[in-house]
């Protein structure tokens, strides 16, 4: 501080020109400029916070199996009494699919965070301990789409199917061996088909429809595991993370559970008499390629440039923006694209 107070003030105001020009922005992307220190602390605090919020989660999964793990002890110790019934194991039955549905629907929020969490992960944290040195080119992109518009990562078929074979299956199985037990050995044990039947009855409900219905509902259960292995849209699991196809194409290789092509892309077209300096706006404050093109309004007969963007969803508020500072008598019309590639967006060479 001493030096600059010493120095001319021409001489102060250019070195603290210089000084600025040389200082180490990581993040000036949008018009923000960030430092280095500043823009690693705030991801370190925003990592803690999403472990944090994971955890949370992650804690009451295991809160509804334990649900479910006690009122099956409870059913079966009490069906298995002197004047039990089998009626409440099958209503146990119907409560531990609730809590199976109560769980999934955890399961897909602790999903949401443990995404985040693995992106940060994978491409931020693991990309500085190894060359190049530097986080993988759309993860800041992919993460601020997830903060802007959240949504499941996974779909509720798989987040059942993952938790049927993680917990549920066992405790279906268990309770569907109680009951079987349960009906063959009390009140004596029976080896007639006849009699076997006759006990799983319910009131006016013959005992081969439910003997039907309950295999035929722990078939389905079965099945969905099965189905859903195939299923791999979470993040958190400890998986191989590679598409198949990286074994035929190494140089491909990719997180599996990266959502990069299912990112939303859009198509703006800026219908504007200022053409160059739209343009140049977007060309310098967001770095995104414009593509001019001619055109007539037919009210008037006077032509009226169009301006064509390919953008992600993210970008949209910016190019508003920068559209209604330059000319504010402009259209800007936003169309959501099925594919772009080339570069910025998916790069050809990736495609078959």
Known sequence: MEDHQS?????????ATDEEATQDFVWTFRGYRLRASEFTTAMVHFFRAEVQRANVWRQRLDTTTNWAVVTTGAAISIAFAETGNHLVI???????TIFLIIEARRYR?????AYRVRLMETDFFAA????PFHPSPD???????????????ISNLEAIGRRLRRNFLYIYGIVFVAWLSRLWLIP???????????????????????LFGVGAFMASLLLISLYTITLHEAAGEVLPRFFAEAEAHPHRRRAWFRPSRRRPQLLTLIITDQQQAVAD??????RRGVTSLPGVGMYTGAPHPILMCALTITEVPKLKELVASTDSKAFVIVIPAQEVLGRGFIPLEDED
């Open 109 to 113: 929020y602790y999903e949401l965070w």
């Open 281 to 286: 706006r977007i060309l310098k404050d967001m």
């Open 7 to 15: 120095a001319k003030p021409g001489q102060a105001n250019s070195s």
């Open 139 to 153: 993860w800041a992109e992919t993460l601020s789409e997830n903060l802007l518009h959240p949504h499941f990562p």
């Open 90 to 96: 099958l209503i146990n039955l119907i409560l531990v």
């Open 188 to 210: 004596t044990p029976t080896s007639s088909w006849q009699y076997f039947a006759q006990r799983a009855s319910l009131g006016p409900i013959s005992g081969e429809f439910i």
């Open 128 to 131: 500085m301990l190894v060359p």
